[in-house]
């Protein structure tokens, strides 16, 4: 498992250089295949084919690096405290398993003069958006109307990424993208997704 991931994570950053210098006149396409066979494990043909589609879509690895940075910015953190908040509740229950039921409370007490404020069990709730955000944004940046009606850095930026006709899903334009027509579809989408948890909801506000 470890190997087929480090392939991929060198190839990912291959990819960035590549797109970066032969965008910028630094290196020919034979060149670019070069560098992909020397530093990955492609075949010279498949090197050949991948660095010809980065000519199509000039812009676009670097748009998917930056991405996915924001994700790690932003989703990654909100991941690690929900995973820190679980261990937090086990450790909450197993001190009440082990040493009774006021173990919560004791604790508390001690922990409360320390830093002014107790622990407590606390459940947590996620809900996570049943469609892919990315997949939602590409399909509205192939639209053209959303570059549009951005205008600037921005509108050239959707623009460039909606011309790859490749593009599935667009992480980074999930962020970018503030469009009425996307906006409102992101709404329907997050109503129909706590719709589908209504009990969950429920019961998570009014401690059931």
Not at 40 to 64: D, H, I, W
Not at 70 to 83: F, M, P, Q, R, S
Request: hydrophobic share 40%; charged share 25%; glycine share 8%.
């Amino acid at each position: 498992m470890f190997l087929p991931a480090f392939t991929d994570a060198i190839w990912r950053a291959c990819r960035i250089i590549l797109d970066v210098r032969m965008h910028r006149g630094e290196l020919t396409p034979d060149e670019a295949t070069d560098f992909l066979v020397e530093h990955t494990a492609f075949e010279r043909a498949n090197a050949r084919a991948e660095v010809r589609r980065y000519t199509y879509s000039p812009g676009y690895q670097l748009s998917y690096l930056l991405g996915k940075i924001l994700n790690a910015l932003l989703v990654d953190h909100t991941e690690y405290d929900i995973e820190q908040l679980r261990r937090t509740n086990a450790l909450m229950q197993a001190g009440e398993s082990l040493y009774g039921p006021d173990f919560s409370q004791k604790l508390g007490n001690v922990v409360g003069n320390l830093r002014g404020a107790s622990y407590r069990v606390v459940k947590p709730l996620v809900i996570k958006p049943s469609q892919n955000i990315g997949v939602v944004a590409a399909k509205y940046a192939r639209l053209g109307s959303a570059a549009a009606r951005a205008g600037g850095i921005v509108g050239r930026i959707i623009r460039r990424i909606g011309e790859d006709e490749s593009l599935v899903e667009s992480d980074l334009l999930s962020y970018l993208l503030f469009d009425g027509d996307y906006a409102r579809e992101l709404i329907e989408l997050g109503m129909h997704d706590a719709d589908a948890a209504r009990s969950q909801l429920i019961d998570f506000f009014t401690g059931g």
